[in-house]
């Protein structure tokens, strides 16, 4: 339902706190909001005539709307009074956050604003991007994605420090979980393809529609883990993927290729380390530097006799899992071989 609140203005951004209330955002610093549903909506005074372009509230209150000019509101009430927190210049096209996360608004010639303390003051952290930003999702309280025509932007920091990788066309980022990213074109004409998924946090990427062009001009993750794409003549598409991880490498004890973990507690009898260290304290707990490794692909000694007897190995497996990985069932097989003679 289209807000009616303020006459003749453009909206360009909304905010669902509930199924009932709605924060709109447009053009000379217009905002309505509504508590039934969208049937009716109420003027809301901003304290600007900048154009806002975008809105973002979350489940603990924290509201913000950004807009041109660098403008950004914040609301205690969820949208009943603003105060302008800052204005620092260029546009300002989208912001994202969510409960327990920084606050991220990107826009113009690769603007990145963030803040930490619920939007009471704002940084600006180099992007390393010159274009316009089109898009930003937070992940995570670590992990935030921002995309530009061309170009994707990654942050493991919270948004405090960038890495950029190229990725043809693409303008639109929305991010299911900190592995789970979709990319999409608002214009994909020429292009192959118009929307793009990855499961390994944007190392490798699927193209699961072909060439088919819908011309999307927006994407949003929903909490339940589908995809909203909407675009031209009113078509919507929701996709959904089941929770994944990639599939498991070899490598350090890492959390998203080392999925699963394994340390040799001790040796005893005849028995001596072999490949790995056994661990000095005898624990292999998580609160001290215990050696753990990812369960290894290749076969590999970890322990051995070096003349005839009997010996002992003891080791300690784990799983580390990431703080939004999806509910399900993860498993791995572990082969262990004891060979005679010493091999």
């Given amino acids: 339902r289209k807000p009616t609140g303020v006459a003749g203005t453009n909206f360009h951004g909304v905010a669902m706190i509930d199924q009932q209330r709605f924060i709109a955002v447009g053009d000379q610093g217009g905002i309505v909001t509504s508590d039934d549903g969208g049937a009716t909506w109420r003027s809301r005074v901003s304290g600007t005539t900048a154009d806002l372009w975008d809105v973002e509230s979350d489940s603990q209150g924290r509201t913000v709307a ?11 009430d969820q949208g009943a009074t603003w105060t302008l927190q800052a204005s620092a210049g260029g546009w300002l096209r989208r912001v994202d956050f969510h409960s327990g996360t920084p606050m991220v608004a990107v826009g113009a010639s690769g603007l990145i604003r963030r803040s930490v303390d ?92 072909g060439s088919q062009d819908p011309n999307v001009s927006f994407i949003h993750p929903l909490d339940n883990g589908q995809i909203v794409f909407t675009g031209r003549a009113n078509a919507t598409r929701v996709s959904e993927l089941p929770p994944q991880i990639p599939d498991y490498t070899a490598g350090g004890w890492s959390g998203s290729t080392s999925f699963f973990g394994v340390c040799l507690q001790a040796v005893g009898g005849a028995a ?72």
């Fill in 272 to 343: 001596s380390v072999g490949a790995w260290g056994a661990d000095a304290s005898g624990t292999c707990t998580a609160a001290d530097s215990d050696p753990w490794h990812g369960v290894p692909i290749a076969p590999t000694k970890v322990a051995q006799t070096l003349a005839p007897g009997t010996g002992q190995a003891d080791f300690v497996w784990g799983v580390r899992t990431k703080n939004d990985l999806a509910p399900g069932q993860y498993a791995a097989s572990v082969v262990v071989q004891a060979s005679a003679p010493n091999v």
């Fill in 118 to 209: 619920d939007g009471a003051t704002w940084t600006t952290p180099v992007s390393g991007v010159t274009g316009r930003l089109d898009s930003v999702s937070v992940a995570s309280p670590t992990v935030v994605y921002a995309a530009q025509d061309g170009s994707l932007a990654k942050s493991i920091d919270g948004g405090a420090t960038w890495t950029v990788s190229g990725i043809g066309g693409m303008s639109n980022v929305a991010s299911v979980s900190e592995d789970q990213v979709w990319l999409t074109t608002s214009g994909s004409a020429g292009w192959t393809q118009w929307a793009n998924y990855s499961l390994d946090g944007g190392s490798t990427w699927n193209d699961p529609f």
């Fill in 66 to 76: 950004v807009g041109t000019g660098g403008v950004i509101l914040r609301s205690p």
